[in-house]
């Protein structure tokens, strides 16, 4: 009897907690910026694609869901096409942790529903944003050696000016 | 054999190798770099420190550098030692300290032996925070990138350059911190090996320009063993692919062939496959307009023009066993041709007659590297055969062996047996025509046309064996310089001749088998090499057939109403004027072909057949070696395997005019290779050429894709985003995925890569190799079929030596002889669609003697018209003679010929 009251304050007490239920999609979740829903590729400070389809980010990939083809315009290299099938996609996160260039990264965004499978695989103008996302100073081809447009040769950081193989000192 | 002890540990090794080869040998892992097998050691980088104990009792030992420490009986030494470790750590962190932060833009990456390197070494977290050296890179032409930055200064490039290829144009510069490996000035690489560099290097200085442009990581591209289709030498190559195209061609180690090292030729012919020049769809000629039909209706047109006469079926050398085989059995052998002018078939049967019955050795192109002395006759090697030609400038260096054998220094310290060699006399005699890339490294060069070369040739076989025919009224130059050449042929234990049919001459291979069958009753080591134009030539010798010649006379009787051409341009072979004639004469002409030729646009069908990538078959390399080639790409539809689409053209004869049962019902290549044992004895065993498609390793098919391949569930979502089946393979042992057997005991047939645990690079071969430098762990790869052994054994029948010999050449007023200027990149027809290779290849000139050239530009008349060429000196090219470059002037270009020379109407004479 005693137990039967009990369980009825109990359960009435419920009525005045703070609500656990997020009264979603009208009221959205907090999700932290590292959270790991969709991937984006970004861009460098300059504007330019920051990946150099180095393939890390595809070998990684627990499921082999990422694809892309490496081609190359003024020394630098870029993904001819990059291809993510998010229907596989299982939001490890392992691709931005293997990416060299701080190009793929996590974004805190989940809302990638789709009636029809081949609608979640995203191409490159699908995957590429306008920003350089969560690392706003960082490019690749300033510590790089290779020389791009804009940057010569040994002028990267904590490089020296090319050897003149001419010169006689030592 | 002796023992040593490697960190506690005994291993049983050879007396005569480094410590560096003997602790991989036994399977230990130690870092290294200048070392090369096929380089010996230099011992400029440091990397492979080791300590060595004095003895059980010695505890503290002493640091020496592995590769050059000999192996002595009861050696100690540790790899594990704190202080070995420390010091090799140390060297790698000062190596690494200016080499770039670009991995992951280097075409080097994930198979990069500095990579392996510094993880073997530990060494993780660079701690130098100053700045790096960089340089300026150099355009070294179409083959090879330049990426200086990168370089650690190993000195394999100059080394394997400059030393092993006899390069010259590439060089070190500078010192110390800022040493410089490339060219004087940009320019392109001109030696023919230039793109071993890339496998030589051990990082990414040098990298394959063209797989640059399609590049894709070693782990994600799918592999198979293949055998080069750009000569006859037959080398053993890796053909990789991605998404069904391929993407490079890498040299597989065969001990007894190329091992090594591969010609720009065959590493960078390829592009042909991916060209747009290729055949995809059958093609059916309707109202003079040739149209893209489907297979069934290409079928049918084909049973349609079967229905009304006889079909004649043309082969050619550069298509493979099979294919040749299932077109013998269509149309029978007397409707079978070979796809060779009757010359040019002369030349390969005698070839095969010639090396079936040299009483001495048949070598492989490891042998050769041992010959003592070598004697080429009238054959350009380095541009036929260029290979070869490697291998005979190695045989150079056997005196310099010898000589350090005595001074007792091991054969792999190589500069010192370098520094020791260069007092040591060559024993190379080259005697041709025109000047060859060997010149540089002969004892003796001989310039003379080919007839009289030849008649150098049996004086010299007279002079060894007095029962050959004797030469009469040789000049007594000749005959002095006869004399001492088969003087110093006969001093050698191990002598070797080379020939071919470069200039079509029997004569030259009839006197190149007599010296070798007259210096083989003293020495049976005495070697015989002919070189042969394509890289089935000699197994189609074996299969036999009509030549052109007598195709054109029953075209001309109207006997034939259908021609099937399989992988052949005949337009290479036969005038235009002959082309035409065939033309009008035969109604039906189905060309089977994988590349768009002259010939297609004269075919009322064209089938697209699969390329050297896309199909398995068996090719016969020139010394008489049968090797299988296996499928890496999986085409669409249409395209397949030339006996496949022959197999469909008799499945739609209806009814088969023939009983041709055995073809009908083949379906795989193993019962393809079976027929062809049942109908050539000779050929039977090219089945035994590769395990079948049927082998399996505990099991399990063997795996052509990486274990860590990329991209499994996405790389085809664009057309469906349902998962397919990888690709059937029947005629292989290989699954087309990632899930099969791998491992370094695999046939050596069959290894479709190399990678070890801890070794990525393509130095992970010494984890297949029973010793470093020897055979494979599964043993070899290929099969000869021309066997040598048994016929002197028994009773010793005297060697029938040639009795026609040619009349001395005497030049003529009015005309000169043409001979074939062959060239390594220009002269082949597969490698001439390829986009490198085509960027290689120079405009044709004429090569006149140095003496009559008076003229920029002179007209030169051959059969199909004048032709106005620019005129290049040849020193040294004897008088009369003209060299011009083979299929670039006149597109059939038959030899040799006598052909009218003048100056161009209206030009002056040069002062």
Known sequence: MFDTLRTLFLTALHAFHRRATVQYPEQQPYLPPRYRGRIILSRDPDGMERCVACNLCAVVCPVDCISLQKTEADGRWYPEYFRINFSRCIFCGFCEEACPTYAIQLTPDFEMGEYARHNLVYEKEDLLISGTGKYPEYSFYNVAGIPIPGKARGTSERERPPVDLHSLLP | ?911
């Open chain 2, 1 to 911: 054999m002796t023992t040593i002890r490697i960190d506690g540990r005994d291993c049983p090794t050879r007396s005569d190798i480094n410590l560096l080869q003997a602790c991989l040998e036994a399977g230990a892992n130690l870092p290294y770099f200048c070392w090369h097998p096929e380089l010996g050691s230099v011992g400029a980088c440091r990397q492979c420190a080791i300590k060595q104990f004095s003895g059980p009792d010695d505890r503290k030992g002493r640091i020496v550098m592995a590769c050059m420490t000999p192996v002595s009986e009861n050696t100690i030494i540790s790899i594990d030692d704190p202080e070995a470790r420390d010091f090799r750590a140390s060297v790698i962190e000062w190596m690494m300290v200016n080499h770039p932060h670009d991995c992951p833009v280097c075409e080097e990456g994930g198979e990069c032996h500095l990579q392996d390197m510094t993880v073997m070494t530990g060494h993780n977290t660079r701690r130098y925070r100053f700045t790096k050296r960089t340089h300026r890179n150099q355009d070294l032409g179409p083959f090879v990138k330049h990426e200086m930055n990168r370089c650690i200064a190993c000195y394999r490039c100059v080394r394997f350059y400059r030393d092993y290829a006899g390069g010259d144009d590439l060089a070190a510069f500078a010192s110390h911190d800022n040493v410089y490996f490339g060219r004087a000035e940009d320019g392109t690489l001109q030696n023919a090996f230039s793109g071993n560099l890339v496998e030589i290097c051990p990082t990414g200085v040098f990298t394959d320009k063209p797989f640059s442009t399609v590049y894709t990581r070693k782990w994600d591209m799918r592999g198979t063993p293949s055998v080069c289709v750009h000569c006859a030498v037959g080398c053993n190559t890796i053909v990789n692919a991605r998404e069904e195209t391929l993407r490079r061609v890498l040299n597989r180690y065969n001990t007894d062939i190329n091992r090594y090292v591969l010609c720009d030729r065959g590493r960078f012919g390829h592009g042909f496959v991916n060209a747009p020049t290729r055949i995809r769809t059958p093609l059916n000629t309707i109202d003079g307009q040739q149209v893209s039909v489907p297979m069934a209706d290409a079928l049918t047109a084909f049973a349609r023009m079967a229905a009304k006469g006889r079909i004649v079926g043309i082969a050619s050398p550069r298509a493979a066993l099979e294919t040749c085989f299932s077109l013998h059995t269509l149309v029978g052998p007397q409707h079978f041709a070979t796809g060779q002018t009757r010359h040019e078939q002369e030349c390969t049967e005698l070839a095969h007659a010639l090396l079936t019955r040299h009483p001495g050795a048949l070598p492989t192109l490891h042998e050769m590297e041992s010959a003592d002395a070598v004697l080429v006759l009238g054959e350009d090697v380095c541009a036929t055969a260029p290979r070869l030609g490697l291998s005979l400038r190695q045989s150079v260096r056997q005196a310099s062996f010898h000589t350090a054998d005595n001074a007792k220094v091991p054969r792999w310290m190589d500069a010192a047996v370098r520094t020791l060699g260069s007092e040591c006399p060559s024993a190379l005699h080259v005697m041709t025509p025109a000047p060859t890339d060997l010149d540089s490294v002969a004892a003796e060069t001989f310039r003379a046309a080919p007839d009289d070369i030849a008649r150098l040739g049996f004086a010299i076989a007279h002079e060894i064996d007095p029962s050959a025919t004797p030469v009469t009224d040789l000049a007594p130059d000749d005959a002095v310089r006869a004399t001492r050449i088969a003087h110093a042929l006969m001093a050698a234990r191990k002598p070797l001749i080379v020939s071919g049919m470069q200039y079509g001459s029997l004569a030259l291979m009839q006197a190149a088998s007599s010296i070798a069958a007259a210096l083989a009753r003293a020495t049976p080591a005495a070697g015989l090499s002919l070189v042969l134009p394509e890289c089935n030539s000699m197994g189609l010798a074996m299969i036999g057939g009509l030549p052109l010649e007598t195709v054109m006379e029953q075209a001309r009787a109207g006997e034939i109403s259908t021609l099937i051409i399989v992988e052949n341009d005949l337009t290479r072979d036969l005038s235009p004027a002959d082309v035409a004639e065939l033309v009008a004469a035969v109604p039906d002409i189905v060309v089977i072909d994988h590349t768009v030729t002259p010939l297609c646009h004269h075919a009322s069908l064209i089938l697209p057949v699969a390329a050297f990538s896309e199909c398995s078959g068996t090719l016969v390399s020139q010394e008489g070696r049968a090797q299988r080639f296996f499928q890496v790409v999986f085409p669409p539809a249409p395209i397949q395997a030339g006996w496949r689409w022959i197999q469909a053209l008799a499945r739609s004869l209806d009814p088969p005019p023939r009983p041709i049962t055995g073809l009908l019902g083949w379906r795989d290549l193993n019962e393809v290779l079976a027929a062809l044992a049942m109908a050539f004895p000779n050929l039977a065993q090219a089945a035994m050429a590769a395990p079948g498609a049927d082998y399996r390793i505990n099991g399990e098919k063997l795996r052509s894709q990486t274990y860590r391949a990329s991209g499994r569930t996405v790389i085809r979502s664009f057309i469906s985003v349902r998962d397919q089946p990888p690709p059937a393979s029947p005629d292989t042992p290989f699954s087309s995925s990632m899930e099969g057997a791998y491992g370094p005991e695999m046939p050596g047939a069959l290894v479709p890569t190399y990678q070890a645990p801890a070794w990525n690079s393509v130095q992970a071969l010494n984890r297949f190799q029973f010793e470093i430098g020897g055979p494979m762990r599964g043993g070899p790869s290929g099969i000869r079929l021309l066997s040598h052994a048994e016929h002197h054994d028994t009773e010793p029948h005297p060697y029938a030596y040639a009795t026609d010999i040619p009349a001395p050449y005497a030049p003529q007023a009015d005309a000169v002889l043409v001979l074939p200027d062959t060239r390594l990149f220009g002269s082949e027809e597969l490698s001439m669609f390829s986009p490198p290779i085509i960027a290689r290849s120079t405009a044709p000139m004429l090569g006149l003697p140095a003496s009559v050239t008076t003229s920029d530009r002179m007209v030169l008349h051959l059969e199909d018209g004048p032709h106005i060429l620019p005129v290049e000196p040849v020193p040294g090219l004897p008088a009369g003679i003209a060299l011009c470059p083979a299929h670039m002037v006149a597109r059939a270009f038959r030899f040799p010929r006598m052909a009218r020379l003048e100056t161009v109407p209206g030009e002056g004479e040069r002062s």
